[in-house]
Each structure stands twice: as structure tokens, then as C-alpha cells.
Nanobody, 121 residues
């Protein structure tokens, strides 16, 4: 089992910045990819960005050039720096940990409890 704890959400005006952090604990040797997903009211949960233990990153088109995902010096932490925020970025942001083999994600992964990000216009 892997436990994930997120922090850093909040309320910000459009154009502002926020930084989200996530720390994994437990059987962290079983995971090799960390990422952020978000879910806005009435919408499906969607990928925001992921990063592997080899620092390979992947971003959704909607956040490319504005958001940056990074790992801490300890492999069990991941951050999401969000700049130039837009009202449409408003959502609950979830940290997720996965085991990836090649292009395949093994199993359902592990989810954090989520942190609210609200961007006012």
C-alpha cells in the first residue's frame, strides 16, 4: 500500500500562481511514476501531468507551458508549479502514484485525497 498526502491548494486570482506538493509513504518501491490529475464539477477526472523516476514528464495540452511537474530529492515527493492560472483550472487536484512498465500502467494505482484549487476571474 502507498499513501499520498497533498498540500498547497487554495484560492488565487487569474494570472496568479500556486504550488502543489505530494508526499508518498508506505511501499514506495512499488511505484515509479507520480502525477497530478484534476476533476472539475460535472466533469471527468483528467490527467494534468506525470513524471517518472527517470524524470520523464508528460503534460496535458491545456497546461503545457504554464505548469511544471518536478520530483523532490527524495523519490517519494512530487510538486506541481502552476503559473498563469485560469478560471478553467479550477478543480480538485489529486496526486496519483503508479507502477509503469513501458507504456503500460499496472494496476489501479494509488490516489491522494485531493486538494481544491480555485481560480477567480
Amino acid at each position: 500500500q502507498v499513501q499520498l498526502v497533498e498540500s498547497g491548494g487554495g484560492l488565487v486570482q487569474a494570472g496568479g500562481s500556486l504550488r502543489l506538493s505530494c508526499t508518498a509513504s508506505g511501499n514506495i518501491d512499488s511505484i515509479n511514476r507520480l502525477g497530478w490529475y484534476r476533476q472539475a464539477p460535472g466533469k471527468q477526472r483528467e490527467l494534468v501531468a506525470t513524471i517518472t523516476v527517470n524524470d520523464i514528464t508528460n503534460y496535458s495540452d491545456s497546461v503545457k507551458g504554464r505548469f511544471t511537474i518536478s520530483r523532490g530529492t527524495a523519490k517519494n515527493t512530487v510538486s506541481l508549479q502552476m503559473n498563469s492560472l485560469k478560471p478553467e483550472d479550477t478543480a480538485v487536484y489529486y496526486c496519483k502514484a503508479d507502477r509503469q512498465m513501458g507504456t503500460l500502467i499496472i494496476g489501479p494505482g494509488y490516489w491522494g485525497q485531493g486538494t481544491q484549487v480555485t481560480v477567480s476571474s
